[in-house]
T-cell receptor, first 116, second 113 residues
């Protein structure tokens, strides 16, 4: 079974603070793909990053960084020096071809509020 | 510009009515998806289609129907059999290769009045 858990429902931080959004996944597949999406108030999901299960290198993109650890089945997302524009709902997702459906399984999302 | 267009942005439905949500993409993607988003529940898959003239039920297909007559279009009909249709609906498309990400439309907010 595929499952993504985002235990943090809501997080509030003051601008310029660092914040980490947690994502824990479950899958029996040996090959899988992990994603992070941002959903601003406009509603559209914006793709942030994709990670393959065989690539555990961490990644940094500007103020964003991602920590992928297969040993703990986690794919955490850190925003450094947060800004008000980072306020959004963030979704972690798992991609798998287990059923041939080529679908994405989403967590329940974490609502981040950055207070000016 | 390439992308996915959902319409309308807001939709109101009277009880007992069927309504159709539009989703069009010009990304030349084979696969298209419909998700439903409710507060605190994340995104749940309603239907998906990997190729034209073929589609499959997702986790919550009851009360919904779809068609895929053209590669670019994947409309979703919310039927009167759907008992709680008020939600935010998102359409997505992606290349069939599983390593690629999905692209999303801006969503349709459906409210039953």
């Amino acid at each position: 079974a595929q499952k993504v858990t985002q235990a943090q429902t809501e997080i509030s931080v003051v601008e310029k603070e660092d914040v980490t959004l947690d994502c824990v996944y479950e899958t029996r597949d040996t090959t899988y793909y992990l994603f992070w999406y941002k959903q601003p108030p406009s509603g559209e999901l914006v793709f942030l990053i994709r990670r393959n299960s065989f690539d555990e290198q961490n990644e940094i993109s500007g103020r964003y960084s991602w920590n992928f650890q297969k040993s703990t089945s986690s794919f955490n997302f850190t925003i450094t020096a947060s800004q008000v524009v980072d306020s959004a709902v963030y979704f972690c997702a798992l991609g798998s071809d287990q059923t041939g459906a080529n679908n994405l399984f989403f967590g329940t999302g974490t609502r981040l509020t950055v207070i000016p | 510009d390439g992308g996915i267009t959902q319409s309308p942005k807001y939709l109101f439905r009277k009880e007992g009515q069927n309504v159709t949500l539009s989703c069009e993409q010009n990304l030349n993607h084979d696969a298209m998806y419909w998700y439903r988003q409710d507060p605190g529940q994340g995104l749940r898959l309603i239907y998906y289609s990997q190729i034209v003239n073929d589609f499959q039920k997702g986790d919550i297909a009851e009360g919904y129907s779809v068609s895929r007559e053209k590669k670019e279009s994947f409309p979703l009909t919310v039927t009167s059999a759907q008992k709680n249709p008020t939600a935010f609906y998102l359409c997505a498309s992606k290349d069939r290769a599983r390593t690629t990400e999905a692209f999303f439309g801006q969503g349709t907010r459906l409210t039953v009045v």
